[in-house]
């Protein structure tokens, strides 16, 4: 088995079911301290994830709604120091649950010595006590976030940032991601994408959307039965994403 030299996980949605009942409610406590009589509904928050990072998603629809570009601005960054504190808090009280399996894959992955990293967009404020609570920081060689880069997912820099760091070539490397945004910023620098949809993000996957992506699954599996969205039939063990899974998806020539 050709395995990858490094598997590098993306965060929210990805390793973790942080969005719909995490961020959102932290950003609507934010409102409500300060307040403001906005609300994020779940719908509307999935249309809003389209923007990448939690102070520029505040501050495009602060904008949308009228508000002025600095009054946006200094509101947004007052908004999402609020925000940020909130969601530590709900991460280290055990809030924000790990999705099924991923322990599982992280397990494997590394005791078959392959380097592991996360690349995310989020704060480092809540990243690194949200991987510790669920995870334990030490199992993550490096642990990118949106505080490294000047420019968020689909921009690449933050996998640029991350080969870098591990010295590690894009083609013996594998990308785990939840969403197109993330596949576009992989795949950008040639990394190999392996998607693990979640309810925010299926629909970016039907038809030709996200079709870079090396392998579209619906979970990781085990617990539960992984199955294949878009990609090769045979490529999960037992119904299962595992380590040959991503083996699979090593392009070093
Ligand atoms: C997801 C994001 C983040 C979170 C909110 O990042 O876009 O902005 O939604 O976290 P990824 P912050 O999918 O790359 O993990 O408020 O800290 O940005």
């Not at 809003?48 to 509101?75: F, I, K, Q, T």
Request: charge should be negative; hydrophobic fraction near 45%; aromatic fraction near 6%.
């Amino acid at each position: 088995m050709d395995l990858p030299a490094a598997v590098v996980f993306d965060v929210d949605g990805t390793l973790v079911s942080s969005e719909r009942e995490g961020h959102r409610v932290a950003f609507n406590a934010a409102f409500a301290e300060l307040g403001l009589d906005d609300r994020w509904g779940e719908d509307h928050y999935g249309e809003l994830l389209a923007v990448a990072g939690g102070r520029r998603r505040l501050e495009h629809y602060l904008r949308e709604r009228g508000r002025g570009p600095d009054e946006a601005a200094e509101l947004a960054a007052r908004l999402h120091e609020i925000k940020t504190e909130r969601f530590r808090r709900m991460a280290t009280a055990g809030e924000i649950p790990a999705r099924p399996g991923a322990g599982r894959l992280l397990d494997e992955v590394a005791a078959a010595g392959v380097t592991v990293a996360v690349a995310t967009t989020g704060s480092r404020a809540w990243v690194e006590p949200l991987l510790e609570y669920l995870f334990g920081l030490e199992r993550f060689a490096a642990v990118l976030t949106g505080d490294d880069v000047e420019r968020r997912k689909p921009d690449p820099e933050v996998y640029e940032q991350v080969l870098d760091v591990l010295g590690v070539s894009a083609g013996e490397t594998v990308a785990v991601e939840d969403a197109a945004k993330g596949v576009a910023a992989a795949e950008a620098v040639g990394i190999p994408c392996l998607v693990v949809v979640n309810d925010y993000t299926r629909h970016e996957f039907t038809g030709d959307g996200g079709s870079d992506a090396a392998l579209v699954v619906d979970r990781f599996g085990r617990p539960g039965r992984a199955s294949v969205i878009r990609g090769p039939a045979d490529a999960l063990e037992n119904g299962a994403v595992t380590l040959a899974t991503l083996a699979r998806l090593v392009t070093r020539p």
